[in-house]
């Protein structure tokens, strides 16, 4: 996980094309979605952490986004 701020502009450009990050979350309500969710796009970025994939996510403890990962997003709500 790496938070927004702790990144160069360049530098998180680099990771995006790269691949290296996949998914962004928000901090404060352990969301994590697709990184073009408009969901996402709107929170601030103090509170926006990138992760390289789903099991990093779900490893910190983070739950799907119900805008952008809808079906991820009922089977998680079905297991709790």
């Known amino acids: 996980m790496i938070r927004h701020t702790a990144l160069e ?3 998180l450009h680099r990771l995006f094309r790269t691949k ?3 998914l962004g979350g928000n901090r404060t309500l352990r ?3 697709r ?3 408009r969901a996402g796009k ?3 970025a103090e509170n926006r952490v990138f992760f390289a994939d789903e ?5 910190n403890g983070y739950r799907p986004c119900a ?3 809808p079906a991820r997003y009922r089977e998680w ?3 709790q």
């Not at 099991?55 to 490893?59: C, N």
């Open 31 to 33: 969301i994590y979605g």
């Open 67 to 69: 805008v952008c990962l």
């Open 9 to 11: 502009k360049t530098e």
């Open 55 to 59: 099991s990093e996510a779900l490893m």
């Open 35 to 37: 990184l073009d969710c």
């Open 20 to 22: 290296q990050l996949t």
């Open 42 to 44: 709107r929170m601030k």
């Open 77 to 79: 709500r079905r297991s």
